[in-house]
């Protein structure tokens, strides 16, 4: 599970509450690869060093995120990606 997708201190409203458990929610239901990235991601890691932690190719990593991406944008969590 993702830890690092806490809203900061000033935006904690019922409504960034809501996003954000949606969002665990939508992490939860990748694959682990997937959740991996996804905490990594929300640690500011680049694809790039994310490839290489993993041991993967960039492009590898790049065509996971692209499936995260979708898997936001079908819960309607779009605004979310950067």
Do not use: N, Y
Not at 5 to 29: G, N, S
């Amino acid at each position: 599970m993702v830890d690092s997708l806490d809203c900061p201190a000033h935006l904690h409203t019922p409504d960034c509450a809501a996003v954000e458990a949606e969002v665990r929610d939508a992490v939860c239901e990748v694959t682990p690869k997937q959740q991996e990235i996804c905490q990594a991601l929300a640690q500011g890691m680049t694809v790039s060093l994310i490839a290489r932690d993993m041991g993967h190719c960039w492009h590898t990593i790049e065509r996971q995120v692209k499936r995260i991406r979708r898997h936001f944008r079908d819960r309607e969590l779009d605004a979310w990606d950067a």
